[in-house]
């Protein structure tokens, strides 16, 4: 076997790679290699842009054995598992936080397999040989984001600090219907939920679900125009171009939904969602008009009957969000592993994970208790 590092995707054959996706037992639409690819070729995942590709890959001739997607960062922008406060430690001490190694899939806070092995010497190869490259290229550290729970183990025991996170994730156990799903939930929060969508009627807007070729250029560059229009809104870089979702479009469209919301027959609003057997996962949105309510019925309530028409277990609405609590969306545990150079930095930050971990902790107990539903099925705990 022979480790090799690959700076572009386009050199590597798509079809192993994805067969390494879907031997990982937990793959997903980001982790395919036309999803990947299209960041690259985009320029949105790009040197430009502070992501420098270095994918590492195992091979036994010309057979891929296994890969992991690693980058380069010169910033923490794009990665949803924040160390801001690391970084201005290093600065506060005369020392260099950036560059370092992010294994993650960028723009995007799903979790799913980090490490594209089919056995665990095979992962951990993998991980031996990334942190050895972390410390020959003089990166601070190597950080693995949003891996699953098992990665997350294997990687602690290559000496790994683990830390936990939040996200809100909206299960479904077999809804006949949106009412049936409402029923479930106390009355104030049913309520409430009846009133924000009885709004967005009132206002005379209507929605289409586009899947695949059913998605033309024109609702491309619409949809653009609302993402670029609400990034500048509140001034938020704008991760993602119309070249990429142009790219999706063409390559993987059996995995797109675009929600497009419209008044008076002429499209207002829209937002792009990815989907599998497994999930819907909500990424972008953007509206040219506000309304209220009209952010949650694209969203996520367009996106919860989607779900349901169509038997998708689980909805993932991205990263953070109290506010989705309220809506049915209950916490579930999210992972990243983190290795630094600097022995001083790595033992003040096991500490400082040692004590977030508690906080973490004593969080979720605070939002079980208010979990939205009537009374919490094993489906509904996290």
């Known amino acids: 076997m022979s480790l090799r590092l690959i700076e572009s995707l386009a050199d590597l054959p798509a079809t192993q790679w994805d067969a390494l996706v879907v031997a990982s037992g937990h793959g997903n639409p980001f982790l395919r290699h036309a999803f990947l690819n299209a960041l690259q070729t985009s320029g949105c995942a790009s040197p430009e842009t502070g992501w420098q590709a270095r994918f590492l890959t195992l091979w036994r001739d010309d057979t891929l054995l296994g890969t992991l997607p690693l980058y380069g960062k010169s910033h923490s922008w794009g990665e949803f598992v924040f160390d801001g406060a690391w970084a201005e430690a290093y600065q506060r ?73 939040v996200q809100f994730h909206w299960r479904n156990p077999g809804y006949a219907d949106f009412n049936a799903y409402l029923a479930a939930m106390r009355h104030d929060k049913r309520k409430k939920i009846q009133q924000e969508r009885r709004r967005v009627r009132e206002a005379g807007i209507t929605f289409q679900h586009l899947r695949g070729d059913a998605i033309s250029d024109a609702h491309w560059v619409f949809f653009q125009q609302c993402y670029a229009r609400t990034h500048a809104q509140f001034n938020s870089p704008q991760a993602l171009n119309l070249a990429f979702f142009r790219q999706i479009g063409a390559t993987m469209p059996e995995n797109l939904l675009l929600i497009v919301a419209l008044r008076g027959g002429q499209p207002i ?25 009209l952010h949650f019925e694209t969203c996520y309530y367009q996106a919860i009957e989607f779900c349901i028409d169509h038997h998708i277990p689980t909805l993932e609405g991205g990263a953070q969000g109290e506010h989705k609590l309220a809506r049915g969306f209950l916490p579930t545990q999210t992972w990243s592993a983190h290795w630094l150079a600097h022995p001083r930095f790595f033992s003040a930050v096991e500490d400082y994970l040692r004590r977030e971990t508690h906080g973490i902790d004593h969080y979720v107990d605070e939002l079980s208790d208010s979990n939205p539903f009537k009374r919490p099925t094993q489906d509904q705990a996290i």
Request: hydrophobic share 40%.
């Open 269 to 293: 609003a829209s937002a792009l969602n990815l989907f599998d057997e497994h999930a819907l996962y909500g990424r972008s949105w953007g509206t040219l008009e506000y309304h209220p309510g």
């Open 93 to 165: 001490n005369g020392l260099r936080y950036y560059p370092k190694l992010v294994c993650a899939v960028p723009f995007t806070p799903v979790a799913g397999a980090r490490l594209l092995a089919p056995t665990p010497e095979l992962r951990g190869q993998l991980m031996t040989a990334a942190l050895k490259l972390a410390e020959d290229s003089g990166a601070s550290g190597l950080h693995c984001l949003f891996p699953t729970e098992r990665e997350a183990l294997e990687m602690r025991d290559q000496g790994m600090l683990l830390r936990k996170g």
